[in-house]
Nanobody, 118 residues
Framework: QVQLVESGGGLVQPGESLRLACAAS????????MGWYRQAPGKERELVAH???????NYADSVKGRFTISRDNAKLTMYLQMNSLKPEDTAVYYC????????????WGQGTQVTVSS
């Protein structure tokens, strides 16, 4: 079992920054790929950024150049640095872990609210 706990959400103005964190209950980054997803009201959950076990990253087009995904293996924590935030970034942000071999072994965090508004 893996537990994921997000933190760092909040209310910010357009153009400001936030850093989200996803803390894992045990060492998983070597056998789980990790991702940040978000879900806005009335919309489907969408992938924001992904980081593989080898550290490779990819991003949704809407956040490229503004968001950066990273992880600290020693702290068992994944991050999402969000810069130049826009109102359309408002959503609940979730972290997800997917086992690289047993793809049905998936874990989600509880989510953290990000609101971008003036």
């Amino acid at each position: 079992q893996v537990q994921l706990v997000e933190s760092g959400g909040g209310l910010v103005q357009p153009g400001e920054s936030l850093r989200l964190a996803c803390a894992a209950s045990r060492t998983i980054f070597n056998i789980y790929t990790m991702g940040w997803y978000r879900q806005a009201p009335g919309k489907e959950r969408e992938l924001v950024a992904h980081i593989s076990t080898s550290g490779g990253t990819n991003y949704a087009d809407s956040v490229k150049g503004r968001f950066t995904i990273s992880r600290d293996n020693a702290k068992l924590t994944m991050y999402l640095q969000m810069n130049s935030l826009k109102p359309e970034d408002t959503a609940v942000y979730y972290c997800k872990a997917t086992h690289i071999q047993f793809r049905s072994q998936i874990y989600w965090g509880q989510g953290t609210q990000v609101t971008v508004s003036s």
